[in-house]
Each structure stands twice: as C-alpha cells, then as structure tokens.
C-alpha cells in the first residue's frame, strides 16, 4: 500500500499537504527508468468561508485521495478546485472528486487548461484565469500566474501570501523520507533526482525555465510547494537556483560524461585507453555502457548532461549504422539535454567507415561542439590520434 502523508503545513492561512508515494511506477511517462519512484503531491487551502483543494494525484490512487482529503474535510465542502496543470500524474483524481463534491466546486485553470479538461474529462464547468489575475477567496487574494511549457504549454503557478503552489515548477522524483527542506542531508539527496526530473520532463522546454524563473522573480515566495517532492519552506530559492542551473548547464569544473556501446569488446578497448588517459589528467568521469552485459537507464544519463563540462562517446559500427542503443542516446540528449558543451567521439568499424556521417548528422543542428571523431577499424586505436583528440578536447576546456 502506497505511503499516504497528511501534514499541516502552515496555520495561516491553514495550508495541508496531501502526498502520496507511487512507488510501484517504473517509468515515468512510459520513459524514464525511476526506480527511486515519485510522490504526487496536492494541498487543501482552509479559508474563513472558502475551501480550496490545488492540484490531485495520479488517476490510479482516486480512492486513497479521497479518503486522504475526508480525513481533513468533508469533500462536498470544497469551494473551489486550482488546476495549475492537466497532466494526468495531477489532475487524475479531478472527476471523482467533483462527483464527491456533486460539483458544486468552481474549478480555475487557465484556458489552455480548461480546453484540456473539456478534452480528458469532459469537465466544462472551468472558469479560465489569465496571466496575473487576482482572485478573492474567503478572506484570501489568489494571484495566478502563467508559466507555459513547464511543464505543458496549460502551465500556470498559484501565489497566495508568499507561498507559491508550483505543480510540475520545483519538483523532483524520488520518495524523500521528509516533507520539506529543513534537513540538509535530505535535499542533497534530493537534488540529483531533481536534475533528473527537470532533464526527463522539462529538458525539451528548458528554455522557458528561464523565462518562468524570471517572471517568478518579481514575487516574494517564502515557500514553494511543488507537485512532486520536497516542499522548499527554508529557502525556496536554492531550488528555484538549482532550476536555473540545470537549464543553464553549469558544470563541475572536473566532470565528463562517457557512453559507450560495446558489442564484443572492440569499442570498450578504444574507451578503456581513453577513459585511463583523461583520468591521468584528473577528471571525474561519470561512464555509462551497453555491452551483452550491461545496460544504462537513458533518464541517469540525461541526468549526468547538465553539470558536465564535456561529453565523450564510443560507438560501435551496426548495419552501416550507428549502434541502436547509441542512437537512441544521442537523440534524446539532443532533444531534452542540448547544451553548448564540447563532444568528443571514438567510432570502431569492422568492414567499413561509416558512422561519423551519421554522428554528425544527429548533432547537426544542436547546440554541442563537435571537437573530433576518431575512427578505429576493429578496435585498433591509433594513440597518437587518440592524444591528439583529448588534447583538441582540452583545449575547448581551457
Ligand atoms: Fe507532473 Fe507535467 O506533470
């Protein structure tokens, strides 16, 4: 049975998180390995003659969510439903909780949204806010605002005194074993599953991180309670900071990521001499493989793409063609981890010589420096060449 948490938050305004840990998911969105898991997190709002549910869970825990949410209200009690985002991992639980409600609830989402539920739901009782609208409830001044494309172009974050409802905007997988950010051990646990949420799912829209961190940045938000994870009461802007940094790609000054595929040695040969050659120069280096041995969860690599200072890649020859695994990687790093960083490859062909056009087709239009491609028949490595390319490697790193 999934962890339910319920916890008063805030006592004015009366503010309760609801949490639910899904730990029996394995991959979000149909896509990313998470065997760490993730919460979904909504809150209920008590007001002086108003009752504000914001956000829900995934569809699968309608029940538990509902008998979560009596535990602090009588569901017909629910004045008003905040949509910030229709994605299903949030808004799931909506159509059971309006049938508890008997929909007397005036449900608010932006009008992206409102389209959204009309479509998923066939909710059409949806009063559509726009950006900075400011709205009374009870005693209390709700003030939207729109944050498109984080994570879906239906975004919009709530702000009522200081504290900013955020959804997908400062989430994170992973199940931590506390609520918020008091613990300092618990959030630098948390923040690697953070960077791997924010890649997986926003990498695409990273762009608009910046542009929501700064339309964010006029407000004075003294707690940031997101959709999924920790909640951030002891300094919501390391958070919102980390969001930054991961669309920005500040990297580790020592740090370089390395995937191979290796299909009978040949490409892990190659990668060995240069993975002993860049550690002799003193870098951290964080590698990945697919062998007949191992394979490497794509969402840990993606994870790794932000915060390096450079990538390394080995790939195998494969029907005149880059290795499947290897194209897979690649094309989803320039989808979701696209950064101005330099790309070194070393390519291994039996018979003929034919992935570096392939290489440099997918990296074509991407942001990535492409500093050399080394190519090797059967595994041979010529080292000049190999030093000569970690030095060309170097230098973009001076
Ligand atoms: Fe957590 Fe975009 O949903």
Redesign the pocket.
Known sequence: MAKVWIERIFTDPEVYLLRIDDEKIKYFEASWDIPEGISYNAYLVKLNGANVLIDGWKESYSNDFLKALSNLIDPKDITHIIVN?T?P??SGTLPGILNANKNRAKVIASNFAKKLLESFYNITNVEAVSDNQQMQIGEKTFRFVMTPWL??PD?MVTYLDGVLFG??VG?GYSLPSAIDDSDERTVEEYLPYVTKYIVT?IGHYKGYILEGAKKLSSLDIKALLP??GLIWKKDPQRLLQHYVNVANGVAQKRKILVVYDSMYGFVENVMNKVLDTLREKGFNLVVYRFTDQHDSPVSEILKDVPDSRALVFGVSTYEADIHPKMRYVLYEIMDKANYEKPVLFFGVHGWAASVELTVKKILKDSKFKFVSFVETKGGKIDEEKMKQAIEALLKELE
């Open positions: 985002h994605e991992d949030h994570h879906w975004t959804c997908d989430g799912v959709g999924h």
